[in-house]
DNA sequence: ACGTGTGAACCGATTCACAGCA
DNA sequence: TGCTGTGAATCGGTTCACACGT
């Protein structure tokens, strides 16, 4: 077993595809599984045997030759590279409809991911309480995320608003965003990481494939 | 120029830019600019001029060389292309908080996505009307969906009721989906295509990026 | 002269195939 | 024997560089 090698270069991709094998050990250890072989995991998510194997031993070697990989300790040790193992709290803008579901969204505090601040612009949703978070006003968002000292960021706001809020959140100390609004970002910084979460895009995509 | 060429295979990736080319022209067109060049693409969108050229000529020559492209002929060109130019309606099950947000998105019916359908199992929630869409009995999902012709669906219930409710789908002739449950579906058809808007998964990748 | 369209070169990511270890 | 870990081979997608058309 070699040490892990975290100073060469890992693509998105496989980093995406580590999270995705986290959802599969949580699902096998929810029904007790022990022990999974590079094999058996085909079975179960979209992604070949030697790609599984390959994406691990970047990291260094965490499966037993002749046995496989132990469940538990492979979650553990993914749950480590990924950083996700400590508590990353969020920011999200814009607390309509969409922002507002995201504030409750069960599939976030499963993984550790808590929305402690939100941020909105209409008079009427300030101060109120949404699922356990206090709504505050966007102008004061530089000042409230540099206190808390938050990273990650959320943006629920029309598209219009979206390069001047994302450019407030970088200089309050934003990292990474996951925006929501169908419109590209431009922020020239190689340590803040943009995610398009860009669901109108992806469904034209697929009608293309369905055609 | 040359003819479309339909039949050689056209990576997803690129299938997606496509879409994003769409964004970024209709925001031109919002802003009256008529003629664009690919390196001028690169000033909006996070993309390189030859892979913008690429991408497009694959699907046959639509700029004009020493000149640039026609924002107005590119856009419709893309539309055709991808097929969305005729309209696709969308089946979505469960109306909990995210589905909810989701029927009234106003991303989707900009770009010509209308969710015609929606289902639920809560009794409570059942024949109400939400966003104009009258909620069904996710009973009778397979024989509406059926009815109505519809081939696109989103998914959004917890993980435990996702994969019957995917097969149940594709049984009623749903070609593509958008899955928003942190779960993998199992569906071993070439002709049905699954798309997963796994937010934390998205999430904990960033957090790889920004430790 | 200028920007598209495209074969060729390049590069990164996936897969193969097998050595190595339990 | 069985499955991991990994260099080598392969594959596909991106970029280069320039011929071509306006």
Redesign the interface.
């Known amino acids: 077993m070699k040490n892990a090698v975290q100073n060469k270069y890992c693509s ?1 991709e496989a ?2 595809r ?3 094998y ?3 050990l949580k ?1 096998l250890r929810g029904v007790n599984v022990k022990i999974i072989s590079s094999e058996d995991i085909t079975k ?3 992604v070949s045997a030697c790609q599984f194997r390959k994406d691990l031993s970047f990291f260094g070697g965490f499966g037993k030759r002749g046995v496989g990989y132990e469940v538990d300790v492979l979650s553990r040790e993914i749950e480590r ?4 193992n400590k508590n ?1 709290p ?1 920011a999200l803008v814009g607390v ?3 922002g ?3 504030l ?5 505090s ?2 550790n ?1 808590r929305i402690l601040a939100a941020y909105d612009s209409d008079k009427k949703k300030i101060g109120k309480i949404v699922a356990g978070v206090k709504i505050e006003d966007v102008k004061k968002l530089k000042e409230s995320i540099k206190e808390k000292k938050i ?2 960021g959320m943006i629920c706001i ?1 598209v219009e608003r979206v390069q001047k809020v994302a450019e407030d959140m970088v200089r309050a100390g934003i ?2 965003m ?1 925006n ?5 970002i ?1 922020i020239n910084r190689k ?1 803040v ?1 943009i ?1 398009n ?15």
């Open positions: 998105p980093i995406k580590l999270a995705l986290l959802r599969g699902t179960i998510l979209d590279i990924l950083g996700v990353w969020i309509g409809k969409l507002g579901a995201l409750g969204f069960p599939g976030f499963k993984f991911l990273k990650i029309p990292k990474a996951l929501f609004a169908p419109v590209n431009n340590d990481y995610s979460m860009d669901m109108a895009a992806e469904l034209e995509s697929l009608i293309y494939f369905i055609k």
